[in-house]
């Protein structure tokens, strides 16, 4: 093959990173630059392809790549747009895929996180054989993509799959939405810190977590907590994985998926969330579904995962 | 055109419609029979036969016939079968469609209500020019069918849209399905006549529908006292709404809409529920949809609508 190579790119609003990776998923060379100090795209576009270009030097530079794959927050997968990234330092729309056609001359495919998470887990990892799923990432926020036989479904203004937003109780938490009780204020790393701090007021039980200053607290002391038996943090797992599990069996209702996948820093707490999100989701999905729905958390590495995705992307729609 | 007919064919629990349709709508001859006597399914198909027949006599025969189209409860797009129908007299699995193809020797399609309801909308209907929307039948329960980018979203198990069953209050109403809470149990015409039950019980206010014997009242009579100003009758379908547009401003987070369309003998309601469910759509809406969300009330005549829809079902995979 002349082009053995594609570019994944993962824009974060601190940093970028990309990896040179082949078409069955190995990440051949890895590297990064600073996102946040570039307020002039242009430059923010210089600089990467200086960092592609110096990693592509041993591996035959960068005419042997075929595609460029990009996971961006509002990255708009039909315009090829980053539209008003709140996290990043460009504001408007920023026509992202053509400024990387013009430095490179090679295609470049964009599309939101959670897709990328999609596509990843489709061609590398645990979706592999599966049509029909509902991805679910669990970082910062609750971002999703739903895909529906083999295809994402993008929706009318590209903003299909904002399940974080969906509303489980109109009373509940303020979401930074302006909104209350989205999902993702329950069940993001963050939701789960709101969880934690709750339940450390409402109650005097002794816990492992008021060891550590309560402003402090994040996602993983609650993991470690609870791996150490710790009762509150047993409970802070229980109660998001019940907030998911019962979510889940709405969801199902909509697409009718044979798999729930979940991504993301939360999914390292393993059975202790696993657990209570099946559960949940069994008790309360309409009889049709009990027991044909899979709930599978990735087997990507996280660092890798973003990058795969991409470079999934890439050897789909751009080369 | 040598085939200028499809025959559009509606199986309910007590009664079968069909049409004989030509390709832009017109229901140019129609026909019935009872569903309910026919024990045996190849009984029922000769009578379908026989009465299909009988109009075609004076529309050149069963030859101008180019397909023919069916919405079932039930129906499986995919198999061609019906599967389970709890409504209908035949149980187990029908190779419907084969049937009718070894009966006709015409091309037969099978799909459920709901699915039914959007083609006829895409084809003849209110959403001739919407790529992305979520068709809500309001019937006896509540259905719906997804359309994404001009498609229609099947699911792993043929299942997609059981939106009728989604949870908005799992210690709720108590469901025919099992559970608690279903949408259906609140906005289905039966469901409305809940509401009105239990408001009828928690107030003393005078109504006009407390001259209706409690277990009588239809979703018709409550319509009736609206419009006659009955404050009782007007405060059902506000609930109703405020329900509706809840619930919906949760489902254009799942596929993106450009619209939702509303078809259903409750839609007569009008405005009563029109503006309930416009002002809580919107007033729930995440940011980034406000404005851009359209509620659509079917124009399809109701008797015609199930016809239509088999129709354009037939015009579009059975041709």
Known sequence: MEKPFVVGIDIGGTGTVFGIVDSIGN???KGSIPTVKHADINSYIDELYEAIAEQMVKLGGLEKISGIGVGSPCGNFNSGTIENAVNLPWRGTIRF???MKDKFSIDTVITNDANVAAIGEMKFGVAKDIKNFIMITLGTGVGSCIVSDGKIIY???NLAGELGHICIDRNGRSCGCGRKGCLETYT???????TAREMLFATSKDSLLRNIPIECITSEDIYNAAVNGDEIAKEIF??????LGESFSDFVAFTDPKAIVLFGGLTNAGDLLYQPIVEHMEKNLLF??????DVLFSELKEDNAPILGAAALAWEFAC
């Open 27 to 29: 990440i051949v060379s």
């Open 97 to 99: 895929s053509e400024l």
């Open 155 to 157: 929706g009318e203004n």
């Open 188 to 194: 993001s790393a963050t939701g789960v810190v709101r």
């Open 238 to 243: 229980e109660y998001t994985g019940r907030i």
């Open 288 to 293: 049709l579904w009990k027991g044909k729905v």
